[in-house]
């Protein structure tokens, strides 16, 4: 396996992710731990899944590819997610690398994560202008 | 698939719980009302394969280490991580 440990504030590691939902078209992917660095603020995480082992995630947090990005969670959302009135989810983004080395961060539909249950969701931002292919730089 | 024919203003069921309104037809547009319940999700189609596409490829990436997607994250974007969170709105339907 790859270079695992990835330092990502927030959520523990050794916790599992539950998507009681999946993620959007992939409805069996459930279940997810997330893998974390030992180098210290590394702020790309690894989130791998349990129930298909070939589904890995490279997630990191959306605000370093856009630092205005401060998604509104649907009342939806937040019932999905068992959220308390005030409180707020960790929100990771996927990021995908192409075969020619280029970076893309999904920020149409992030990942939010309930800490207090570790159960998540994945969102769709259909309102807002976010790309699901936002350019972030070069591998390499 | 199941065809079927609908005026404004008619309706058609989906089970029990979801309810689908032709509301009207303007030009080449046809408006919809939905009701479902709350734990329903209503996604245009464009949206949903944009988003399964993205799926698909972060989940089987092409291999790089996270110290090397996080330095080039780093140089992209000229950041380096914080503690500081910023709010995250939470809105009513």
């Known amino acids: ?140 | 698939m199941l065809v079927l024919s609908r005026r404004p203003e008619q309706s058609f069921r989906l089970g029990d719980d979801i309810i689908v309104t032709v509301l009207g037809i303007d030009g080449d547009r046809v408006k919809l009302g939905i009701r479902a319940p709350r734990d329903v999700v209503v996604l245009r189609q464009e949206l949903f394969q944009e988003l399964h596409d993205a799926n698909s490829d972060a989940a089987s990436n092409t291999p790089a280490s996270t110290e090397v997607v996080a330095a080039a994250l780093r140089r992209a974007t000229g950041k380096v991580p914080s503690e500081n969170s910023s709010e995250i709105a939470v809105v009513g339907a």
């Open chain 1, 1 to 140: 396996m790859e270079a695992p440990a990835l330092s990502l504030p927030d959520v523990d590691a050794a916790s599992v992710i539950s998507f009681p939902d999946g993620l959007v078209g992939c409805g069996d992917w459930k279940h997810f731990v997330l893998l974390t660095s030992d180098e210290e603020d590394l702020p790309v995480g690894v989130l791998q899944c349990i129930d298909e082992p070939a589904v890995r995630f490279m997630v990191t947090d959306p605000r370093l590819v856009d630092s205005s990005y401060s998604p509104s969670i649907s009342l939806e959302d937040q019932l999905a997610l068992g959220l308390a009135p005030d409180a707020r989810p960790v929100i990771y983004c996927t990021l995908t690398i192409a075969s020619d080395g280029s970076i893309t961060a999904n920020l149409l539909g992030p990942l939010a994560i309930n800490e207090r249950t570790r159960q998540a969701r994945q969102l769709v931002l259909a309102d807002g202008d976010y790309s699901a292919r936002h350019p972030v730089g070069q591998v390499g």
